[in-house]
């Protein structure tokens, strides 16, 4: 999340993402000074093996010429990039537009150590009826502490997972959650994360070598267990790139670290693909679970309670245990001009951005209705911005692609 501040990154725009840094805004008639609870830079460490770019879902490994092109639009050589060019982060190798994310796999990028020591983070209303809640922000709720999921993770929360992703600051970290894919029921290769988890936001671009990990660190290995354990230890599921990402138009045109302009359209969908195959099987299939996504965008009075689960990484977490909060919505408010957000009571940190913020749908079954976005710079609460038209139309553009 952000303080406020995004909790961590990106692909196309159309609804709104960022990354997690500080954020100061002004609700009603109070100055907030918040904290993304997101992602966040780490040390980049070894550049990593170099690799072929892109994978199908039968695992093997492509480079697809659409690929090539818009890499060579921005004067990109792709050997050049998986061989450590993706490191310029001059402004004019920064990719920003919608239609420029690229993410050519590189694999064996993302080891056990490079998995391990990521622990930065980044620093028109929806549908229905959400103009009701305009301007209004309830009271600050009363912080509800985090509690480790039990082990393993993928019992307690099948969906969830980490993502990873380098900006200019180094590798960095946020929390994501797999999501049902309409056009391929079952078999969803589809993650949702937030705007800023994926895309700096209007004085940036798209961040690079984005990869899912469902069930990071399962079994809750300790810090120093984590030191010699394998990659497959640590993403027991896999590693899966991003292959399609779209944020909103607000996040990548008003997304910043400060100010709280785009946080209502802090969203984000990815496609993603094995690094090295699956046998065939899908995301969905691999974990055995995805979430269907609410779109209906329900008043924060009308749902009685809210579960938020990612993998904060700020003090004092370490970003390598899966952490939830559960608590009761009220409503914030940033701005009259822009959608009210949901906010909760909880102590998670940066890197817990993204996450999934899941409730009881209309059919009485878990359904994802919002994801962390940003949360004050010591914590104590969080929020998420209310799902509608404009989320659904990039989730429906990324099914469809």
């Not at 993410?103 to 490079?114: A, G, H, M, T, V």
């Not at 309670?305 to 700020?314: C, E, L, Q």
């Not at 890197?351 to 940003?374: E, F, H, Q, R, Y």
Request: one cysteine or more; a negative charge; glycine letters at 12%.
């Amino acid at each position: 999340m952000r303080t406020v501040r995004p909790t961590s990154s990106a692909r196309r725009g159309r609804g709104g993402g960022r990354r997690s840094p500080l954020l100061a805004v002004a609700a009603a008639a109070t100055v907030l000074a918040l904290a993304a609870t997101g992602c966040g830079p780490e040390e980049d460490g070894a550049a990593g093996p170099t690799a072929s770019a892109a994978a199908s879902s039968d695992g093997t490994i492509r480079i697809p010429d659409e690929l090539k092109d818009r890499l060579k639009e921005h004067g990109i050589d792709l050997d050049q990039w998986k061989g450590g060019e993706w490191k310029n982060w001059d402004k004019d190798q920064w990719l920003r537009e919608a239609k420029d994310f690229v993410n050519p796999i590189i694999e064996d990028l993302w080891d056990s150590q490079r998995m391990r020591d990521a622990d930065t983070t980044p620093d028109s209303p929806a549908g229905g009826d959400i103009t009701v809640d305009e301007g209004i922000t309830d009271p600050t709720p009363a912080p509800v502490k985090a509690a480790a999921l039990g082990t393993p993770f993928h019992d307690a929360a099948p969906e969830s997972g980490k993502l990873l992703f380098d900006g200019p600051e180094g590798s960095m970290v946020c929390s994501a959650t797999v999501v049902q894919d309409p056009a391929h029921p079952g078999k969803s290769n589809l993650v949702w994360t937030a705007g800023h988890c994926v895309h700096a936001g209007k004085n940036g671009g798209w961040y690079r070598n984005i990869a899912f990990v469902p069930a990071y660190n399962d079994s809750g290995l300790s810090t120093s267990e984590l030191e010699t354990a394998s990659k497959e230890e640590i993403a027991p599921y896999g590693v899966w790139w991003g292959t399609e990402a779209l944020t909103s138009d607000q996040w990548i045109a008003q997304g910043a670290s400060v100010g709280g302009r785009g946080a209502p359209y802090d969203f984000a969908v990815l496609k993603v693909t094995p690094e090295t195959g699956s046998g065939g099987k899908s995301l969905e299939e691999t974990v055995g679970s995805a979430l269907p996504v609410a779109f209906d965008a329900p008043l924060a009075r009308e749902i009685a309670s809210i579960r938020a689960t990612g993998y904060p990484a700020a003090p004092p977490f370490d970003g390598q245990q899966a952490y939830r909060c559960e608590d009761a919505p009220g409503r914030l408010s940033l701005s009259q001009d822009q959608p009210t957000m949901y906010r909760i009571g909880c102590t998670m940190t940066g890197g817990s951005s993204g996450g999934g913020w899941v409730a009881t749908g209309s059919d009485g079954k878990p359904a994802l209705i919002s994801n962390t976005s940003i949360g004050p710079v010591d914590g104590g609460w969080l929020s998420g911005p209310r799902l509608g038209e404009e989320a659904k139309a990039l989730y429906d553009e990324v099914s469809a692609g």
